[in-house]
């Protein structure tokens, strides 16, 4: 009777800790480093703001399917500096991206060759913090071509690096992204290295190297890990995604995993380190990076334009009364 009474007693314990509750770390700003919103819908970005997310970086990435000639990849491109960044404007969050050429897309040589011609035509873009997300998939001969060509456009442009590590034999595609990396000559302080788990992170860390971490359902980590690692490693040159994309994934997942690190007993200080400052630094070594932009009260008007678009559609009103249940 006691054990089955402890036993309801822990699920309710637990039932309690995984109610969507953000009101711990309400007030708190949020940095988003990795999301792919030309992915997401509107109410993403709404549900982002209200989280207390004031600012992303949206790397170039695979689609789903494979682009098959030059001019997808020099629209997508035109996008991430065009309408993707209005679109979170009116949001109020600041958008930024990297852009690259993708590690799965780097096997079509021929289309390679092309792109690796209209990178530098946007790398040098305003609000461009970064050449990514670049690096290994099936860790191919091609891959490795594409992915030493584009260290070496970082180092030209003098940008941050942001490293797609491989889901499959992770830790060797991880190790063999750093040992080029190196041999190339960048500096690891310039490069951020994503999607580690535990099996990559402390070698990351001994090396230099920033290790961003993607919260993404089923597949890359859990927050609940996530905080785990942060309690083991600290908070230092350790940053959180979401790598929210056109799978099943979370926009919310840096202000969700924020609020279960204020659970399990972080310090304010060290969140925003993960969540919010290391990002910053990580990516400000860019020179395209203004704090300001995103921590001063701006204005929203949806009603603003871009190329004659808005992201209102048949005569909506702009905000939607989100204290209300009734959608009119």
Known sequence: MCCSHSIEKDKEEKKTLEAFDLSSVKGMKFFDPHVHMTSRTTDDYQAMADAGVVALIE???????????????????????????????????????????????????????????LLPLFVYKDGVVGIGEIGFDDQTAAEEKYYRLQLELAKEAGLPVQIHTPHRDKKRGTQRSMDIALEHGLDPHMVIVDHNNEETVKEVLDRGFWAAFTIYPFTKMGNERMVDIATQYGPERIMINSAADWGISDPLAVPKTAALMKMRGLSDQDIELITYRNAITAFAQSGQIDEADFTSPKSIDQSGKFEGNTILRGGQQPRIDKSSIIIS
């Open 59 to 117: 790397p170039a990435f695979w689609l789903g399917q494979p682009r098959t000639g030059l001019d997808s990849f020099r629209d997508y491109y035109s996008s991430l500096i065009g309408w993707e960044r209005f679109r979170s404007s009116q949001f109020g969050i600041k958008h930024y991206c990297t852009i690259g050429l993708n590690s799965r897309e780097a096997n079509n040589e021929p289309l390679a060759e092309q792109v690796m011609e």
